[in-house]
């Protein structure tokens, strides 16, 4: 609108369904569910607004019931990523020249087509496709992408509001164009929600997208980008293309237009993104924009006045929901002796009721980990505790693949604080503990602070007032998402924008202004109103 000075909604975190027996959502859930499951569709890439299928396909399968085809992938070739780059910078001069309000409109639309007709389907894809429960899809797939399409909206009309100072005589504007070029988004299966975002945060911001999900993603992610369609997003804004990682990469990040990654995976991936980045920086039209969340070795340290239950539902919670498939997942904690019989005594009483199975049946807490690659990594971890001096398996270390990917819930106690599973990321329902004496306080937490390179998400639990200062303190750098007294994992949108340091990422902050800026290059532009003839000044006067 030219003549008006738009102000976005004002944004709001999405309610959570709860999905009681009998109520609507419940319902339209199980039958959305049952359509999904009745037969495999195809999943195209999407190139310009165009479906394309590929000579080539991959299964998509259900992790708790591996031999269920739920989709099948067409695999790009080189013709066809080539192809997407090229629609990406076609449709780009379009879009960035679109006025912000028309770009942020397809967002808040998508944002109410998620949260109404779309919101069982996208619930049941990542529910199917990803093993998540109802709850963990719900809070994931609808609520948080829901908030990252509004809040985002908001974040956007702000960074344009801020403008410079004018002197007298003077105008001085600045303008937040998109990046020029493409940005290349490479996102992770474990959360809907961060997939579509990683794409759609710097669309928004007038940049074009070439999107690789991870290929176990894929079901919820072609919703995903239906939504964005049904909401108006111009061909071209957002292509994505799935096939093989490497050579998408390879032809990504050797074109010389290429503006910037945003990504979520591995600590390794993103350091040999960042290394290829580097080989090839004489070639790139500017320098590339590189945002990264990677890996995390999320941390729970207990003073011994915390309270004992607050403790134990935080650790099992942050542990074991979505079967510690989080970035933000408590996968070690610090307990003191003093405290330790009570918190073992709760830990072991609860994690003996988890349910683990099929996420479509309701009494289930916990569904299968991902894929075969993940069940072996994960095995392997428990497996070395079995056999270990320095380790003990308190309960859980169960695994059978032969249905689906299941991996019970896993506590193992270590006498050897820097014992493998206190230090490596994991990523499955594995929660390692050490129990400090609760004289070496000092000692303990020198230890949790250095002895895992993450720094993504961390948790204390005191209620001595002195102690949270202090351990507030010692962990100043210790985590890019702190909590006092609850579990390090639910970040929301607009609340704790989330990520960390260290090796756990460039600590741009998902869900805040912070991740917009990066997708945006500023133009300071100066209007002089004075006429100025003389190029004498007043000091060189006699």
């Given at each position: 609108m030219a003549n008006a000075r738009s102000v976005t909604p004002p944004p709001r975190n999405e309610a959570v369904l709860a999905y009681a027996p009998g109520s609507d959502e419940r319902t339209a859930l199980t039958k959305e569910l049952q359509k999904q499951k009745s037969g495999a569709q195809e999943i195209p890439l999407m190139i310009h607004g165009a479906a394309i299928e590929t000579k080539r396909q991959e299964k998509v399968v259900m992790p708790h019931a591996h031999r269920h085809v739920l989709a099948r992938a067409h695999q790009a070739e080189v013709s066809h990523i080539q192809a997407a780059i090229d629609s990406n910078l076609k449709a780009r001069r379009d879009w960035a020249r679109l006025p912000w309000e028309e770009r942020a409109a397809v967002f808040l639309k998508a944002a109410e087509l998620l949260a109404g007709p779309f919101r069982s389907e996208m619930n049941a894809a990542t529910m199917l496709g990803q093993s998540k429960t109802c709850h963990q899809a719900e809070i994931d797939a609808a609520c948080e992408l829901i908030d990252f399409f509004r809040f985002?909206?908001?974040?956007?009309?702000?960074?344009?509001?801020?403008?410079?100072?004018?002197?007298?005589?003077?105008?001085?504007?600045?303008?937040?164009?998109?990046?020029?070029?493409?940005?290349?988004?490479?996102?992770?299966?474990?959360?809907?929600?961060?997939?579509?975002?990683?794409?759609?945060?710097?669309?928004?911001?007038?940049?074009?997208?070439?999107?690789?999900?991870?290929?176990?993603?894929?079901?919820?992610?072609?919703?995903?980008?239906?939504?964005?369609?049904?909401?108006?997003?111009?061909?071209?804004?957002?292509?994505?293309?799935?096939?093989?990682?490497?050579?998408?990469?390879?032809?990504?990040?050797?074109?010389?237009?290429?503006?910037?990654?945003?990504?979520?995976?591995?600590?390794?991936?993103?350091?040999?993104?960042?290394?290829?980045?580097?080989?090839?920086?004489?070639?790139?039209?500017?320098?590339?924009?590189?945002?990264?969340?990677?890996?995390?070795?999320?941390?729970v340290f207990a003073h011994a006045s915390a309270a004992v239950d607050e403790l134990v539902v935080a650790l099992l919670r942050g542990a074991f929901e979505y079967q510690g498939q989080k970035c933000s997942a408590a996968s070690r904690a610090f307990i003191p002796k003093s405290l330790w019989p009570a918190v073992k005594e709760g830990l072991l009483s609860r994690v003996a009721e988890l349910k683990v199975g099929d996420p479509t049946d309701f009494k289930n807490f916990m569904g299968a980990v991902i894929d075969q690659r993940a069940f072996e990594r994960i095995k392997g971890y428990i497996d070395e505790a079995k056999q270990s001096p320095d380790a003990k398996i308190l309960i859980g270390g169960g695994c059978d693949d032969r249905e689906g990917y299941f991996i019970q819930p896993t506590i193992i106690e270590a006498t050897n604080p820097h014992f493998k599973t206190m230090r490596e990321e994991i990523f499955g329902p594995v929660l390692t503990i050490y129990v400090y004496p609760d004289a070496d306080l000092a000692a303990a937490i020198e230890l949790c602070d250095t002895s895992s390179p993450y720094a993504l998400t961390g948790a204390i639990f005191a209620r001595d007032r002195h102690v949270i200062h202090q351990l507030s303190q010692a962990f100043e750098h210790s985590a890019g998402n702190f909590y006092i007294n609850d579990k390090p994992t639910g970040a929301v949108v607009g609340q704790q924008p989330f990520g960390g340091g260290r090796a756990s990422g460039t600590n741009d902050k998902a869900g805040s202004i912070f991740n917009l800026l990066r997708w945006v290059s500023h133009r300071t532009v100066k209007e002089n109103f004075q006429s100025i003839t003389d190029y004498r000044y007043p000091y060189m006067q006699e």
């Open positions: 985002n909206a908001h974040f956007a009309e702000r960074i344009y509001s801020e403008q410079p100072l004018s002197s007298p005589g003077m105008w001085n504007r600045s303008e937040a164009r998109g990046l020029e070029g493409f940005v290349y988004a490479i996102t992770p299966f474990n959360f809907t929600s961060i997939a579509v975002n990683l794409p759609a945060a710097p669309a928004l911001m007038g940049c074009s997208v070439l999107w690789k999900p991870a290929a176990t993603s894929l079901h919820a992610c072609a919703v995903g980008l239906r939504v964005l369609e049904a909401a108006g997003l111009p061909p071209g804004v957002i292509n994505m293309v799935s096939g093989d990682a490497r050579q998408i990469s390879q032809l990504a990040l050797a074109h010389p237009d290429l503006a910037g990654i945003h990504f979520t995976g591995s600590t390794a991936t993103f350091n040999h993104l960042w290394r290829q980045v580097g080989q090839n920086l004489d070639s790139y039209r500017s320098y590339p924009r590189l945002v990264g969340e990677t890996g995390g070795k999320d941390f």
